[in-house]
Protein backbone atom coordinates (compact mmCIF):
# COMPACT_ATOMS: atom_id res chain seq x y z
CA UNK A 1 0.00 0.00 0.00
CA UNK A 2 2.71 2.24 1.12
CA UNK A 3 4.53 1.74 -2.31
CA UNK A 4 1.46 2.56 -4.20
CA UNK A 5 0.80 5.77 -2.25
CA UNK A 6 4.55 6.94 -3.33
CA UNK A 7 4.18 6.73 -6.54
CA UNK A 8 0.21 8.45 -6.60
CA UNK A 9 1.72 11.03 -4.64
CA UNK A 10 4.93 11.62 -6.33
CA UNK A 11 3.26 11.64 -9.65
CA UNK A 12 1.27 14.27 -8.62
CA UNK A 13 3.75 16.84 -6.84
CA UNK A 14 5.82 15.84 -10.45
CA UNK A 15 2.68 17.28 -12.30
CA UNK A 16 1.92 20.54 -10.07
CA UNK A 17 -0.48 19.70 -7.45
CA UNK A 18 0.69 20.40 -4.05
CA UNK A 19 -0.03 17.23 -2.08
CA UNK A 20 -0.49 16.43 1.29
CA UNK A 21 -0.81 12.50 3.01
CA UNK A 22 -1.83 11.58 6.46
CA UNK A 23 -0.56 8.28 7.66
CA UNK A 24 0.81 6.64 10.32
CA UNK A 25 4.27 8.44 11.32
CA UNK A 26 6.62 4.83 10.24
CA UNK A 27 4.86 5.20 6.47
CA UNK A 28 5.82 9.28 6.30
CA UNK A 29 9.24 9.02 6.90
CA UNK A 30 9.47 6.64 4.11
CA UNK A 31 7.31 9.10 2.15
CA UNK A 32 9.56 12.34 3.01
CA UNK A 33 12.40 10.16 2.10
CA UNK A 34 10.88 9.67 -1.51
CA UNK A 35 10.30 13.32 -2.07
CA UNK A 36 10.43 15.99 0.44
CA UNK A 37 7.61 18.31 -1.76
CA UNK A 38 5.30 16.06 -0.67
CA UNK A 39 3.87 17.57 2.43
CA UNK A 40 3.41 14.90 5.46
CA UNK A 41 0.69 15.05 8.12
CA UNK A 42 0.83 12.21 11.30
CA UNK A 43 -3.00 10.39 11.28
CA UNK A 44 -2.71 6.89 13.10
CA UNK A 45 -6.43 6.19 12.88
CA UNK A 46 -7.89 3.47 15.26
CA UNK A 47 -9.98 0.77 14.53
CA UNK A 48 -11.72 0.19 17.46
CA UNK A 49 -15.65 1.22 16.83
CA UNK A 50 -15.35 3.47 19.99
CA UNK A 51 -12.08 5.47 18.16
CA UNK A 52 -13.89 5.93 14.81
CA UNK A 53 -15.65 9.15 16.05
CA UNK A 54 -12.17 10.47 17.30
CA UNK A 55 -10.68 9.33 13.80
CA UNK A 56 -13.28 10.90 11.58
CA UNK A 57 -12.98 14.43 13.33
CA UNK A 58 -9.34 14.21 13.33
CA UNK A 59 -9.11 14.22 9.47
CA UNK A 60 -12.17 16.44 9.26
CA UNK A 61 -10.09 19.10 11.12
CA UNK A 62 -6.71 18.40 9.01
CA UNK A 63 -8.99 18.98 5.92
CA UNK A 64 -10.02 22.03 7.19
CA UNK A 65 -6.24 23.08 7.66
CA UNK A 66 -5.40 21.69 4.62
CA UNK A 67 -8.30 22.90 2.40
CA UNK A 68 -7.59 19.96 -0.58
CA UNK A 69 -9.62 20.19 -3.94
CA UNK A 70 -9.54 16.25 -3.55
CA UNK A 71 -9.19 14.10 -0.83
CA UNK A 72 -8.38 10.22 -1.90
CA UNK A 73 -9.22 7.14 0.76
CA UNK A 74 -6.84 4.63 0.50
CA UNK A 75 -8.33 1.11 1.82
CA UNK A 76 -11.13 0.26 3.79
CA UNK A 77 -10.85 2.22 7.30
CA UNK A 78 -9.54 5.36 5.61
CA UNK A 79 -12.75 5.13 3.35
CA UNK A 80 -14.95 4.82 6.71
CA UNK A 81 -13.29 7.88 7.99
CA UNK A 82 -13.27 10.46 4.83
CA UNK A 83 -17.02 9.44 4.19
CA UNK A 84 -18.48 10.34 7.49
CA UNK A 85 -16.34 13.52 8.69
CA UNK A 86 -18.02 15.81 6.93
CA UNK A 87 -15.30 17.63 4.56
CA UNK A 88 -15.78 20.76 4.02
CA UNK A 89 -17.97 21.93 1.03
CA UNK A 90 -16.35 21.84 -2.35
CA UNK A 91 -13.61 18.58 -1.14
CA UNK A 92 -14.22 15.88 -4.01
CA UNK A 93 -13.91 12.31 -2.50
CA UNK A 94 -12.21 9.26 -4.55
CA UNK A 95 -12.67 5.90 -2.72
CA UNK A 96 -9.44 3.43 -3.86
CA UNK A 97 -10.55 -0.09 -1.37
CA UNK A 98 -7.94 -1.87 -2.72
CA UNK A 99 -9.75 -4.96 -1.78
CA UNK A 100 -13.38 -4.68 -1.10
CA UNK A 101 -13.63 -6.06 2.81
CA UNK A 102 -16.91 -7.95 2.08
CA UNK A 103 -14.74 -11.58 2.04
CA UNK A 104 -13.06 -10.34 5.48
CA UNK A 105 -16.08 -9.43 7.23
CA UNK A 106 -17.65 -13.01 6.26
CA UNK A 107 -15.19 -14.49 8.33
CA UNK A 108 -15.82 -12.83 11.43
CA UNK A 109 -19.48 -13.95 10.91
CA UNK A 110 -22.37 -11.95 12.70
CA UNK A 111 -23.48 -10.72 9.26
CA UNK A 112 -20.20 -8.68 8.80
CA UNK A 113 -20.63 -8.95 5.09
CA UNK A 114 -24.01 -8.31 4.75
CA UNK A 115 -23.25 -4.79 7.16
CA UNK A 116 -20.17 -4.32 4.78
CA UNK A 117 -22.26 -4.40 1.91
CA UNK A 118 -24.99 -2.03 3.20
CA UNK A 119 -22.12 0.50 4.45
CA UNK A 120 -20.71 0.33 0.76
CA UNK A 121 -23.73 1.27 -0.57
CA UNK A 122 -24.53 4.17 1.56
CA UNK A 123 -21.07 6.07 1.10
CA UNK A 124 -21.10 5.55 -3.09
CA UNK A 125 -23.43 8.33 -2.87
CA UNK A 126 -20.99 10.09 -0.42
CA UNK A 127 -17.89 9.56 -3.52
CA UNK A 128 -17.15 11.30 -6.25
CA UNK A 129 -15.05 8.23 -7.74
CA UNK A 130 -14.20 5.13 -7.02
CA UNK A 131 -10.89 3.66 -8.53
CA UNK A 132 -10.21 -0.32 -8.53
CA UNK A 133 -7.10 -2.10 -9.19
CA UNK A 134 -8.75 -4.72 -11.81
CA UNK A 135 -11.87 -5.22 -13.33
CA UNK A 136 -12.56 -8.85 -10.76
CA UNK A 137 -12.56 -5.43 -8.17
CA UNK A 138 -15.55 -3.50 -10.09
CA UNK A 139 -17.21 -6.83 -10.68
CA UNK A 140 -17.03 -7.79 -6.95
CA UNK A 141 -18.78 -4.32 -6.00
CA UNK A 142 -21.59 -5.10 -8.45
CA UNK A 143 -22.42 -8.58 -7.05
CA UNK A 144 -22.85 -6.60 -3.43
CA UNK A 145 -25.39 -4.17 -4.63
CA UNK A 146 -22.52 -1.12 -5.33
CA UNK A 147 -24.19 0.70 -8.60
CA UNK A 148 -20.97 0.23 -10.53
CA UNK A 149 -22.61 0.91 -14.03
CA UNK A 150 -23.14 4.96 -12.76
CA UNK A 151 -20.52 5.63 -14.29
CA UNK A 152 -18.20 6.72 -11.06
CA UNK A 153 -16.24 3.31 -10.92
CA UNK A 154 -13.13 3.41 -12.93
CA UNK A 155 -10.54 0.44 -12.95
CA UNK A 156 -6.83 2.16 -13.07
CA UNK A 157 -4.50 -0.77 -12.50
CA UNK A 158 -1.65 -1.25 -10.05
CA UNK A 159 1.60 1.04 -11.03
CA UNK A 160 4.94 -0.68 -10.98
CA UNK A 161 8.17 0.50 -11.63
CA UNK A 162 8.95 -1.71 -14.87
CA UNK A 163 12.53 -0.52 -15.29
CA UNK A 164 13.16 -1.02 -11.53
CA UNK A 165 11.29 -4.21 -11.44
CA UNK A 166 12.90 -5.75 -14.64
CA UNK A 167 14.22 -9.46 -15.52
CA UNK A 168 17.94 -9.90 -14.52
CA UNK A 169 19.64 -13.24 -16.57
CA UNK A 170 20.88 -15.51 -13.97
CA UNK A 171 24.12 -17.90 -15.01
CA UNK A 172 22.95 -21.16 -15.00
CA UNK A 173 24.58 -22.86 -12.22
CA UNK A 174 23.10 -26.32 -10.18
CA UNK A 175 21.09 -25.31 -7.72
CA UNK A 176 17.07 -26.29 -6.17
CA UNK A 177 14.00 -24.69 -7.41
CA UNK A 178 12.74 -21.74 -5.66
CA UNK A 179 8.91 -21.23 -4.84
CA UNK A 180 8.55 -17.86 -3.38
CA UNK A 181 5.46 -16.90 -2.14
CA UNK A 182 5.75 -13.15 -1.02
CA UNK A 183 3.45 -11.47 1.73
CA UNK A 184 2.91 -10.81 5.27
CA UNK A 185 1.90 -13.67 7.21
CA UNK A 186 -1.43 -13.00 7.77
CA UNK A 187 -5.33 -15.56 6.98
CA UNK A 188 -5.85 -13.48 3.83
CA UNK A 189 -2.49 -14.70 1.81
CA UNK A 190 -3.15 -17.88 3.07
CA UNK A 191 0.29 -19.01 4.05
CA UNK A 192 -0.96 -21.68 7.11
CA UNK A 193 -2.39 -23.76 4.26
CA UNK A 194 -0.02 -23.57 1.70
CA UNK A 195 2.36 -24.36 4.41
CA UNK A 196 0.09 -27.71 5.04
CA UNK A 197 -0.37 -28.27 1.66
CA UNK A 198 3.47 -28.63 1.39
CA UNK A 199 3.87 -30.72 4.65
CA UNK A 200 1.75 -33.10 3.05
CA UNK A 201 3.25 -33.32 -0.50
CA UNK A 202 6.23 -31.18 -0.55
CA UNK A 203 8.07 -31.11 -4.43
CA UNK A 204 10.94 -33.06 -3.92
CA UNK A 205 14.72 -30.85 -4.64
CA UNK A 206 12.72 -27.93 -4.60
CA UNK A 207 12.32 -24.94 -1.77
CA UNK A 208 9.51 -23.21 -1.24
CA UNK A 209 10.69 -19.52 0.71
CA UNK A 210 8.24 -17.34 2.13
CA UNK A 211 9.17 -13.84 2.62
CA UNK A 212 7.23 -11.73 4.91
CA UNK A 213 6.37 -9.90 8.20
CA UNK A 214 4.43 -11.58 11.09
CA UNK A 215 4.31 -14.32 13.92
CA UNK A 216 5.57 -17.12 12.08
CA UNK A 217 4.32 -19.77 14.91
CA UNK A 218 0.84 -21.20 13.11
CA UNK A 219 2.35 -21.55 9.83
CA UNK A 220 5.71 -23.46 11.52
CA UNK A 221 3.04 -25.87 13.06
CA UNK A 222 1.38 -26.60 9.59
CA UNK A 223 4.59 -27.65 8.89
CA UNK A 224 6.62 -29.35 11.36
CA UNK A 225 8.66 -31.70 9.53
CA UNK A 226 9.74 -29.38 6.33
CA UNK A 227 9.97 -26.24 8.62
CA UNK A 228 13.40 -25.11 8.05
CA UNK A 229 14.34 -27.75 5.73
CA UNK A 230 12.08 -27.47 2.36
CA UNK A 231 10.18 -24.98 4.04
CA UNK A 232 11.62 -21.49 4.67
CA UNK A 233 10.72 -18.21 6.20
CA UNK A 234 12.02 -14.79 5.84
CA UNK A 235 11.30 -11.41 6.97
CA UNK A 236 10.22 -8.42 5.13
CA UNK A 237 13.00 -6.73 3.05
CA UNK A 238 12.67 -3.34 1.94
CA UNK A 239 13.90 -4.79 -1.76
CA UNK A 240 12.44 -8.03 -2.98
CA UNK A 241 13.88 -8.14 -6.10
CA UNK A 242 16.61 -10.02 -5.52
CA UNK A 243 14.26 -12.69 -4.59
CA UNK A 244 11.83 -12.58 -7.79
CA UNK A 245 15.70 -12.51 -9.68
CA UNK A 246 16.35 -15.83 -7.70
CA UNK A 247 13.07 -17.66 -7.72
CA UNK A 248 11.64 -19.31 -10.98
CA UNK A 249 8.06 -19.23 -9.53
CA UNK A 250 5.73 -16.61 -7.60
CA UNK A 251 3.18 -18.84 -5.49
CA UNK A 252 -0.52 -17.26 -4.94
CA UNK A 253 -2.76 -18.57 -1.87
CA UNK A 254 -4.65 -16.19 -1.33
CA UNK A 255 -8.20 -15.61 -0.26
CA UNK A 256 -9.05 -12.50 -1.17
CA UNK A 257 -6.86 -9.65 -3.16
CA UNK A 258 -8.13 -6.33 -4.81
CA UNK A 259 -5.02 -7.00 -7.69
CA UNK A 260 -1.79 -8.25 -6.28
CA UNK A 261 1.53 -5.92 -5.93
CA UNK A 262 3.41 -8.87 -5.25
CA UNK A 263 1.86 -10.13 -8.67
CA UNK A 264 2.48 -7.43 -10.29
CA UNK A 265 6.33 -7.23 -9.55
CA UNK A 266 6.88 -10.51 -10.37
CA UNK A 267 4.81 -10.49 -13.65
CA UNK A 268 7.08 -7.28 -13.98
CA UNK A 269 10.63 -9.47 -13.13
CA UNK A 270 9.95 -11.67 -15.82
CA UNK A 271 8.69 -14.59 -13.08
CA UNK A 272 5.53 -16.56 -13.92
CA UNK A 273 2.78 -16.67 -11.46
CA UNK A 274 0.71 -19.75 -9.65
CA UNK A 275 -2.07 -18.41 -7.90
CA UNK A 276 -5.85 -19.35 -6.80
CA UNK A 277 -8.79 -18.00 -8.02
CA UNK A 278 -9.02 -14.27 -6.72
CA UNK A 279 -9.40 -10.53 -7.94
CA UNK A 280 -7.54 -9.77 -11.01
CA UNK A 281 -5.22 -12.95 -11.28
CA UNK A 282 -7.34 -14.11 -14.73
CA UNK A 283 -6.69 -10.92 -16.31
CA UNK A 284 -3.41 -10.49 -15.74
CA UNK A 285 -1.83 -14.10 -15.66
CA UNK A 286 -4.17 -16.34 -17.72
CA UNK A 287 -6.72 -13.83 -20.10
CA UNK A 288 -8.61 -16.07 -22.40
CA UNK A 289 -6.89 -16.55 -26.00
CA UNK A 290 -3.42 -15.44 -24.62
CA UNK A 291 -0.37 -16.68 -23.82
CA UNK A 292 -0.41 -17.72 -20.24
CA UNK A 293 2.15 -16.39 -17.51
CA UNK A 294 1.73 -18.98 -14.87
CA UNK A 295 -1.72 -20.57 -14.00
CA UNK A 296 -4.44 -19.83 -12.23
CA UNK A 297 -6.25 -22.84 -10.18
CA UNK A 298 -9.71 -23.12 -8.16
CA UNK A 299 -9.97 -20.77 -4.75
CA UNK A 300 -8.14 -22.63 -1.86
CA UNK A 301 -6.81 -25.74 -4.27
CA UNK A 302 -3.93 -26.28 -3.10
CA UNK A 303 -3.04 -29.58 -4.35
CA UNK A 304 -4.01 -27.78 -7.66
CA UNK A 305 -1.51 -24.57 -6.79
CA UNK A 306 1.47 -27.16 -6.29
CA UNK A 307 0.78 -29.34 -8.87
CA UNK A 308 0.95 -26.71 -11.48
CA UNK A 309 4.20 -25.85 -9.83
CA UNK A 310 5.47 -28.85 -9.94
CA UNK A 311 4.58 -29.19 -13.87
CA UNK A 312 6.45 -26.15 -14.07
CA UNK A 313 9.78 -26.98 -12.80
CA UNK A 314 10.06 -30.56 -14.63
CA UNK A 315 9.17 -29.05 -17.87
CA UNK A 316 12.00 -25.53 -18.34
CA UNK A 317 10.00 -25.19 -21.29
CA UNK A 318 7.10 -23.77 -19.88
CA UNK A 319 8.68 -21.42 -17.69
CA UNK A 320 10.98 -19.95 -20.37
CA UNK A 321 7.25 -19.27 -22.43
CA UNK A 322 5.74 -17.70 -19.51
CA UNK A 323 8.56 -15.69 -18.40
CA UNK A 324 8.36 -13.92 -21.38
CA UNK A 325 4.69 -13.63 -21.24
CA UNK A 326 5.05 -12.18 -17.73
CA UNK A 327 7.19 -9.10 -18.57
CA UNK A 328 4.76 -8.12 -21.80
CA UNK A 329 1.82 -8.09 -19.56
CA UNK A 330 3.19 -6.07 -16.63
CA UNK A 331 4.28 -3.75 -18.80
CA UNK A 332 0.77 -3.72 -20.88
CA UNK A 333 -1.23 -3.82 -17.45
CA UNK A 334 1.07 -2.39 -14.81
CA UNK A 335 3.11 0.59 -16.43
CA UNK A 336 3.15 3.81 -13.77
CA UNK A 337 2.70 6.13 -16.67
CA UNK A 338 -0.57 3.90 -18.31
CA UNK A 339 -1.75 3.53 -14.54
CA UNK A 340 -1.39 6.98 -13.81
CA UNK A 341 -2.98 8.02 -16.90
CA UNK A 342 -6.18 6.15 -16.52
CA UNK A 343 -6.01 7.74 -12.51
CA UNK A 344 -5.85 11.26 -14.40
CA UNK A 345 -8.91 10.58 -16.37
CA UNK A 346 -10.97 9.38 -13.92
CA UNK A 347 -10.23 12.45 -11.59
CA UNK A 348 -10.85 14.83 -14.66
CA UNK A 349 -14.11 12.70 -15.78
CA UNK A 350 -15.57 12.74 -12.00
CA UNK A 351 -14.18 15.13 -9.78
CA UNK A 352 -13.38 17.60 -12.39
CA UNK A 353 -9.90 17.92 -11.86
CA UNK A 354 -7.98 18.35 -14.96
CA UNK A 355 -5.06 16.12 -16.03
CA UNK A 356 -2.18 17.18 -17.46
CA UNK A 357 -1.05 17.94 -21.22
CA UNK A 358 1.12 15.06 -22.81
CA UNK A 359 4.08 17.65 -22.60
CA UNK A 360 3.11 17.28 -18.36
CA UNK A 361 1.87 20.79 -18.61
CA UNK A 362 -0.47 21.47 -15.36
CA UNK A 363 -4.08 22.68 -16.95
CA UNK A 364 -5.54 25.24 -14.26
CA UNK A 365 -8.02 23.79 -12.28
CA UNK A 366 -11.13 25.29 -11.76
CA UNK A 367 -10.92 28.47 -9.51
CA UNK A 368 -7.37 28.35 -9.46
CA UNK A 369 -5.68 30.02 -11.26
CA UNK A 370 -1.74 29.13 -10.31
CA UNK A 371 -3.22 25.74 -11.62
CA UNK A 372 -2.18 23.82 -8.88
CA UNK A 373 -4.57 21.05 -7.62
CA UNK A 374 -4.43 20.47 -3.78
CA UNK A 375 -4.62 16.72 -2.70
CA UNK A 376 -5.15 15.43 0.38
CA UNK A 377 -4.43 11.64 0.86
CA UNK A 378 -5.11 9.63 3.83
CA UNK A 379 -4.14 5.76 4.01
Not at 249 to 257: I, P, Q
Request: include cysteine.
Amino acid sequence: MLTLVETIAAHQVARGDEVHVLAPLPALAALAKRDSRIVCHPWAPQRRPSQWRVASATLRVAAREIAPDVAHLHSFFPGIFGRVAHLPPGVRVVYQPHSWAFTAAAAAGRGGERAVAAWERRAWHRTDAVVVNCHDELAEGGAHGLPVGDGRGHVVGLPVDTERYHPSWRPPVPRRPVLLCVGRLCRQKGQEELAAAWEEAPIPDATLVLLGAGDPRAVRAAARHTWGGSLRWFDATDDVRPWLHASDVLVMASRYEGQSVAMAEALACGLPVVTTEVNGVREAVAPLGRPTAGAVVGHGDLTALLDACRERLVDPSILAREREAARARAVELFDVEGVLGRLDRAYARDVRVAPPSALRVTVPAAGDPAGRVRAGVAR
